[in-house]
Every structure is written in structure tokens, then in C-alpha cells.
């Protein structure tokens, strides 16, 4: 697996001031956004965090991932650590298929049943340049902040030891309840 990596750069941001690194793996890039004290900690803080661009830079209120997003930005800022962006889009079927996703959820499915009916799997993610990332940046213990067991199983099965597991719940509305629903009931999600 052929990962390419940036050379850190300063990010400074409504959140705090970070360092940022870029990793190319395929046709998809990631980041990694570190605290100013990353390089000192012997474990940090890390959160996975799976693009959404809808939530994340548009605001929707479908899911609750910007708001994940800005509580890990703020909470590293504060207390230290890495946030991964792993960036594949909606479980990893593309922006374009999340989209055709949300009109089948406007028709009464749930995430699971639309990704399903599109041919896809209930998730798609790949998370090995995760892996490589934590390598990369020398991250063999951390706390993990996540609801999400998969994460979990993940971090572990690569070696890595989890300290803590911090919660990232939010605030749920109206649109986003059959969402967290399906996240907590289908995927086991600590929420």
C-alpha cells in the first residue's frame, strides 16, 4: 500500500492553533490536525473522524458529525491530541451516492436500509491508512473519543492501546433523531 505523506504545517482556526499532515492512499487524502503539544504526549487524545461534508462544512442537521468535529477540535485544543479526517465520504460510498442515500432517507429509510437498496454495504469504510497515520506519528497508547465499538476494535486490533474512551455526544433534533436511532440500535453506538 503505497501512502503518500505532506510535511506538517501550522492551522491555526476558530478551534486553537494546530499542526496539520496530509496522507494520500489511493485517490483519497486524510489529515491529521494535531494539538500545538502533540510531539510531548505519550498519549493523546484521537479521534477518527469520518468526512461528512454535508455536516461538517454545510451544517446539516441530518447527522450529528460537525458537531463531533468541533467538540474534538476543542477538546484537543484543550487538552491535547490528534483528530484523524478520514476522509471517505458517507461511509465511503461518495458524495454522489450519499446524496441518492439522503433522497431514499426522505422516502422513509434509514441510513442502513438506503445504503442497502444503493448496493452497497451498511458500511464501506477502510481504515488502514488509520493505521499508518498512528505509525507515522508514533501513537502505540491514546484515549479515543468515540461512540463508535467498530473504532474501537479497530484501534485495538492494530496494537494500539486505549486508555480511555471518551464519549462524543451531541445534542440530537429533530432531523437527526432516526439517524442517531439507527447509529445506537443497528450499530451498537454508545449514545
Known amino acids: 500500500m503505497d501512502i503518500l505523506k505532506s510535511n506538517i504545517a ?3 482556526s476558530k478551534h486553537g492553533k494546530f499542526f496539520i499532515k496530509a496522507y494520500k492512499q489511493n485517490d483519497q487524502e486524510h489529515l491529521a490536525i494535531m494539538s500545538e503539544d502533540f510531539e510531548s504526549l505519550s498519549s493523546p487524545y484521537v479521534r477518527v473522524h469520518s468526512e461528512c461534508l454535508t455536516g461538517d462544512a454545510l451544517g446539516s442537521l441530518k447527522c450529528d458529525c460537525q458537531n463531533q468535529l468541533e ?3 476543542d477538546f484537543i485544543t484543550n487538552e491535547g491530541g490528534l483528530v484523524i ?5 458517507g461511509r465511503n460510498i ?23 437498496e444503493l448496493g452497497f454495504a ?4 477502510d481504515y488502514s491508512v488509520v493505521k499508518f497515520i498512528l ?7 491514546l484515549k479515543l473519543i468515540t461512540n463508535n465499538p467498530k473504532k474501537i476494535e479497530y484501534i485495538e486490533s492494530l496494537g494500539v492501546e486505549i486508555q480511555e474512551r471518551i464519549p462524543a455526544v451531541t445534542k440530537t433534533n429533530k432531523y437527526n433523531k432516526d439517524y442517531l436511532d439507527t447509529k445506537k440500535e443497528h450499530f451498537g453506538h454508545y449514545l
Open 10 to 12: 501550522k492551522l491555526p
Open 135 to 141: 505509525e507515522d506519528l508514533n501513537v502505540s497508547k
Open 94 to 116: 461518495g458524495l454522489l451516492n450519499k446524496i441518492n442515500a439522503y433522497a431514499l432517507q426522505d422516502q422513509g429509510r434509514n441510513t442502513v436500509e438506503a445504503n442497502l
Open 122 to 125: 451498511e458500511d464501506e469504510r
Open 71 to 73: 467538540l474534538a477540535l
Open 85 to 89: 479526517y478520514h476522509r471517505q465520504e
